[in-house]
């Protein structure tokens, strides 16, 4: 799978294709959540080190660095995440203000549940136990970020989910088209 792809004339990170078949009808392999999910990973905690680690260095309340981290984490995630969810729309023909309706219905709908409770509870909290239990702020901030991490995909995971059988996020089949297999096999049945 490419790194990156052009479209139309810009290029933007590569997005991988929705599963092929509905979510409920069979598993969804690791593979396709680390593709969908490491860029905006590897974005989000590259963001929560350097902006945990520059406010460390003004300040030494946890509290401070805590919100530092936790910003810059989510400026970098759903930024991301933003960009592959438009490259999908764009795909199905949206654009302009429908693409960009999408992505903010699409995001609300996927992260929302898990976002309000990461960000206000979870996150903050792990954050700041690490910086307060291990010494040096690196580590500190990873070890916060993967603690909270685990909680919010859980909770993501089924969002994801249920934006498919909601139908509000629909499979992409081969051609590119919005039709997954599913109904495209239903379509050539008699």
Same mark, same amino acid.
């Given at each position: 799978m490419p790194i990156l792809q052009s479209v139309d004339g810009a290029v933007v990170p590569a997005v991988p294709d929705e599963p092929r078949a509905d979510p409920g009808s069979r598993r969804i392999g690791i593979r396709f959540w680390l593709r969908r999910y490491l860029p905006a990973e590897i974005a989000g905690t590259a963001a929560? @080190?350097?902006?945990? &680690?520059?406010?460390?260095?003004? =300040? #030494?309340?946890? %509290?401070?660095?805590? $919100? !530092?981290?936790?910003?810059?984490?989510?400026?970098?995630?759903?930024?991301?995440?933003?960009?592959?969810?438009?490259?999908?729309?764009?795909?199905?023909?949206?654009?302009?203000?429908?693409?960009?309706?999408?992505?903010?219905?699409?995001?609300?709908?996927?992260?929302?549940?898990?976002?309000?409770?990461?960000?206000?509870?979870?996150?903050?909290?792990?954050?700041? @136990?690490?910086?307060? &239990?291990?010494?040096?702020?690196? =580590? #500190?901030?990873? %070890?916060?970020?993967? $603690? !909270?991490?685990?909680?919010?995909?859980?909770?993501?995971a089924v969002g994801y989910i249920m934006t498919t059988k909601t139908h509000l996020r629909r499979p992409v089949d081969d051609r590119g088209s919005g039709e997954g297999p599913a109904r495209s096999q239903a379509k050539a049945l008699p």
């Open positions: 929560l @080190v350097l902006a945990g &680690l520059a406010v460390a260095e003004t =300040s #030494a309340h946890p %509290v401070v660095v805590t $919100a !530092a981290a936790v910003i810059g984490e989510n400026l970098g995630f759903y930024g991301v995440l933003a960009v592959v969810v438009l490259v999908e729309q764009r795909r199905r023909g949206r654009k302009g203000a429908r693409a960009i309706a999408a992505i903010v219905v699409l995001l609300a709908a996927e992260f929302g549940a898990a976002e309000l409770l990461d960000s206000l509870l979870v996150r903050p909290g792990a954050i700041a @136990v690490a910086l307060w &239990l291990v010494p040096e702020p690196f =580590s #500190a901030l990873l %070890v916060g970020k993967v $603690a !909270a991490d685990l909680v919010f995909y859980a909770i993501a």
